[in-house]
């Protein structure tokens, strides 16, 4: 067997990076040209919504199968494999003639690209030796955080100045130079080896039971008015019925296909739980800004996502920073720091309203980058520390599963959050615009005198004052919410702080493994 320290580290970081970043790429770069797509393949927006889905879906599912796989089928294998099927099906979901067979090949994309990010980690540790894979992860976890950004920005130009369809062709180029460069530089190491050959059937067919329910439930739910539909209330039930009987499979199972004892480890258990807290706050917040952006202050779709890269920009900066600093500082003060500093943008942005300008969205979010460089690192390095090397790919596979389902609730709680709260405070400010209060009548008094001198007669212009009192209630109703819930979220980040002091200090400064 090849010798990994034979090759350059930083050429085996390039081409996983390609691989990570094209599959972490595409989980928002098709967002923005749903409606195009809806179109153009003559199927609802509704309907187009099955292109996110069914490819979380079964993204969710693969995730933590990488682990069992890896050691089953050699992780270079299995890698090449997971690179050339995500390419291939990025090719077959551009020439989709029609929106069933994109949903198709999304779902085979889906399944090729999950085990992409935890085998990426895992060849990126052997690949470097302790005392570089600070500046290491540092370089990887900058791709990670910086493509969910780039994503609504890259779909958003290729859509309108080509076509959606190059929004799948853009893998190509990427994933061809990425599996070049693995079939090159990439080893597998000398433990790797599968020992017996039992499959645990039950588990995997449990796992993708009650992953995927819980996934497509959290997609949907909002829009199909969670319990009140049927369909959400079985799909929960069974996640629910799903993970109890998957647990007690695994944890009596002779060879699990998940193996549930690295939870034992208290720094990589509570690690798990900052992760999945992480992932809720950063993608709850990464999807209710944009919704601003576009419905309460007027940006484009390509504006938003432009007005969303100073948050990358912070990444860019701190990232290859705490790369050089992880060994020199207690992880543990630098994570606690971030999640400091990320609460504090957090209730910066709690503090905007309807007069807010481009700077006052910037720097919260660069601020924010920073704060976030700061977290997934060392957070991850102190998580990881503890676990031995043969059950590193178990581990960073329950890892990432973790942060991904975060994050999907996250969405999904925060989308339900906003228009429920929405709701809530259209009614407070309904109550104080009545015909007894001088404030709304002077009001609706020069509302209705405006639409009387542009030309509408004295019933349509009283009807359209009134339209716009309830219109201007319902954008302020809007900023509350959002104000709202970014305060909830950098609250929900200090309150993780504490369960920095469960975790144990590495037992080497520089030893930092496998981030996300």
Request: charge should be positive.
């Amino acid at each position: 067997m090849s010798e990994p320290r034979a090759v350059n580290p930083w050429i085996v970081a390039v081409a996983v990076m390609f691989a990570t970043f094209m599959e972490v790429l595409d989980t928002t770069v098709v967002n923005v040209s749903l409606p195009h797509i809806a179109g153009n393949l003559s199927a609802t927006i509704d309907e187009s919504t099955w292109v996110l889905t069914s490819y979380l879906v079964a993204n969710a599912i693969i995730l933590p199968l990488t682990g069992w796989l890896a050691s089953t089928f050699g992780r270079k294998r299995l890698l090449m494999a997971s690179v050339t099927g995500f390419t291939l099906s990025s090719l077959l979901c551009g020439l989709a003639p029609n929106l069933p067979l994109l949903v198709l090949f999304r779902l085979l994309q889906g399944a090729t690209g999950g085990a992409m990010q935890p085998l990426s980690q895992a060849v990126l540790l052997e690949a470097f030796p302790p005392h570089q894979r600070g500046k290491a992860m540092g370089f990887w976890g900058l791709g990670i955080v910086v493509a969910p950004i780039l994503g609504p920005v890259l779909g958003g130009w290729l859509t309108d100045s080509y076509s959606w369809r190059w929004v799948f062709y853009i893998n190509l180029p990427v994933g061809i130079a990425s599996l070049v460069m693995t079939r090159l530089y990439v080893f597998d190491p000398p433990y790797l080896r599968r020992e017996t050959t039992t499959v645990d059937y039950w588990g995997i067919g449990l796992l993708a039971l009650w992953v995927g329910s819980l996934q497509l439930a959290l997609d949907l739910g909002q829009q199909r008015d969670w319990f009140s539909s049927p369909f959400i209330t079985v799909l929960v039930v069974l996640s629910a019925g799903g993970i109890v009987a998957f647990l007690m499979r695994e944890l009596m199972a002779a060879e699990p296909v998940i193996d549930l004892r690295v939870f034992k480890l208290r720094s990589y258990s509570t690690g798990v739980f900052l992760m999945t807290s992480l992932g809720f706050v950063l993608y709850g917040s990464l999807v209710l800004l944009p919704i601003m952006l576009q419905t309460l202050l007027g940006y484009s779709s390509l504006e938003a996502g432009i007005a969303m890269a100073p948050r990358g920009l912070g990444s860019l900066i701190g990232m290859p920073a705490v790369g050089l600093l992880i060994g020199r500082i207690d992880p543990r003060k630098m994570v606690a720091t971030g999640l400091v500093v990320g609460a504090g943008t957090l209730l910066w942005l709690g503090h905007l309203n309807l007069g807010a300008g481009y700077w006052d969205i910037f720097w919260p979010q660069f601020l924010q980058g920073v704060g976030l460089s700061m977290v997934f690192v060392p957070l991850t390095t102190i998580s990881m520390d503890p676990v031995p090397q043969e059950r590193m790919g178990n581990a960073t596979s329950l890892f990432n599963l973790m942060r991904n389902l975060g994050g999907s609730i996250g969405i999904a709680v925060t989308g339900t959050m906003l228009a429920r709260k929405q709701q809530v405070y259209i009614n407070v400010l309904g109550e104080h615009v009545e015909p007894y209060s001088p404030p709304a009548r002077q009001l609706l008094d020069s509302l209705y005198a405006a639409f009387l001198a542009a030309g509408s007669d004295p019933v349509t212009a009283m009807q359209r004052a009134y339209a716009a009192a309830f219109g201007m209630v319902a954008r302020q109703a809007a900023m509350l919410s959002f104000v709202d819930l970014f305060r909830g979220l950098g609250i929900m980040f200090l309150c993780l702080v504490p369960l920095v002091l469960l975790m144990k200090r590495p037992r080497t400064s520089a030893g930092a493994v496998a981030a996300h």
